[in-house]
């Protein structure tokens, strides 16, 4: 029975808002989906999760997040308590038929740019029984994949091509040679992105897909093939065209090591074409045995690496794109554009993460997208990266840029306010930001002396601490001179 107040339902309401805004939909769906409030009770949050994976991936990678942001609708909150929910026990009675159903598009508050549909994974079979061969070929389709994950929209770059190339051509069936590709990189770079673009092209050719998730792996095929239909299955298994396996270093355990080595070798080796993604190359994957590695490196192994400038600039455009295909209103300028993909750096998700809180502030507050407004949306996502020494001269085509001026303007002699005050702002960011002496500032603004710069530095402090939107602008010059 489930003990929750309005208030609790809808802080926990609010909290999955936030948590979808700064993990993305991908990770948001994957991970939280499926996750219910059960009770909110003094100081302790009560969740409910529907397997144990489930359970151990949230404590492990999101309890503080998860906790500061209950913490932030309610100060009393300091834990949270998760629980792997009782509908998943084993049943009496014998399930008719097993198949694989996808739950209805999750409706937030406000609408995502072309983005994953909440999934529904199927229950987990106690046991398949008589279950007929058309109830066995749906269930060995594997875990759901989301079909707006597909090639038209994955954005093609240099860290990603070869990946790219190597699973279109499995995909079209164009290159019988190519019987196993392993991809490798960190999470967001878009290996499954590109697995559930196989699924969709393949399924469309008419070839028959199965795809596994670790979760999928180890709650329902490995009973599965444990139970009386075990033979059936073994039947249906040598049908299968493609194989795609996500996810691999999730896998944790003897018992799991013995099991999924010895069933993906199994599957492996009637199917025509295999796909296996992970986050570390095959000889770093400590959770599978020595023959299950050596297979596994016998194939293209290829590593996806962190997507550049130009990568990250094409999946903002991309992204972009598909918002105003639902919002017409909505518009991102170039240089924000241009400021995002230079700060946000860590993975195609972040920068998907930072397209949604923009769609959504519009949406939300009809407000245009400016720079300044871009930098308090984003300002957890950006990163400076690491610290360099900054040039004089880089400065001031920071500033020349952001107050279209030129550069001859800028160290001329010219007393025009609207040339003046970005003169101060680059003198005194030149002194705040580089170990350069007063003298050596005022020698390369056209050759001034040190009080004028002394001058410019004092005035722009004092205004700074009195004009709230001038530390604002302030900090956005900063961040690009670091960039």
Request: charge should be positive; glycine fraction near 6%; charged fraction near 25%.
């Amino acid at each position: 029975m489930q003990i929750q107040s309005v208030n609790g339902t809808e802080r926990w309401d609010r909290v999955k808002s936030k948590l979808r805004e700064e993990l993305g939909d991908d990770a948001y769906f994957n991970w939280f989906g499926r996750v219910i409030l059960e009770e909110n009770d003094g100081d302790v949050v009560r969740l409910s999760v529907p397997t144990r994976f489930l359970k151990h991936w949230i404590q492990s990678h999101y309890e503080e997040q998860l906790v500061g942001l209950w913490q932030h609708e309610c100060r009393d909150i300091n834990s949270i308590e998760l629980t792997v929910r009782s509908a998943l026990r084993p049943s009496k009675a014998k399930p008719k038929k097993l198949i694989p159903t996808n739950a209805s598009p999750a409706r937030a508050s406000y609408a995502h740019p072309g983005l994953p549909d909440a999934i529904r994974y199927p229950q987990v079979p106690i046991a398949l029984g008589d279950a007929d061969e058309e109830t066995l070929i749906e269930f060995l389709k594997g875990a759901p994949t989301n079909p707006r994950n597909s090639f038209e929209s994955f954005v093609e770059g240099d860290s990603n091509g070869l990946a790219f190339e190597a699973a279109r051509k499995i995909a079209g069936g164009q290159n019988e040679a190519l019987d196993l590709l392993y991809l490798h990189g960190a999470v967001g770079f878009g290996k499954t992105h590109l697995l559930h673009a196989v699924a969709t092209e393949a399924r469309s050719r008419g070839q028959t897909v199965c795809y596994l998730t670790a979760e999928y792996f180890m709650y329902h095929l490995v009973p599965a093939l444990k139970s009386r239909s075990f033979q059936a299955l073994k039947r249906i298994l040598a049908s299968i065209n493609v194989l795609l396996v996500d996810d691999m270093q999730f896998l944790h355990g003897k018992q799991a090591q013995a099991d999924f080595s010895e069933t993906l070798l199994s599957l492996m080796q009637p199917v025509k074409h295999v796909i296996v993604a992970a986050d570390r190359p095959p000889l770093q994957l400590e959770t599978v045995e020595c023959g299950l590695r050596d297979r596994l490196c016998d194939g293209l192994v290829v590593g996806l690496q962190p997507p550049d400038f130009a990568l990250r600039r094409g999946i903002l455009t991309r992204r972009l794109a598909a918002a105003k295909k639902l919002l017409p209103t909505f518009d991102i300028p170039k240089e924000v554009l241009d400021y995002v993909a230079c700060h946000v750096t860590a993975c195609g998700r972040d920068l998907e993460g930072a397209i949604n809180r923009l769609y959504a502030h519009h949406q939300l507050t009809s407000q245009a997208i400016t720079p300044y407004l871009a930098d308090k949306i984003l300002s957890d996502l950006v990163r400076s990266g690491e610290k360099r020494n900054i040039k004089i001269e880089e400065i001031q085509q920071v500033v020349c840029k952001h107050y279209s001026v030129s550069k001859a303007d800028l160290l001329s002699a010219c007393r025009s306010r609207n040339l003046v005050r970005p003169r101060q702002i680059a003198m005194y960011l030149s002194k705040v930001l580089t170990p350069r002496s007063l003298p050596e500032i005022g020698k390369r603004f056209g050759g001034r002396d040190h009080t004028t710069v002394l001058h410019a530095v004092r005035k722009i402090e004092a205004q700074s601490q009195a004009d709230t939107s001038l530390g604002q602008e302030l900090a956005l010059l900063k961040r690009l001179a670091h960039s």
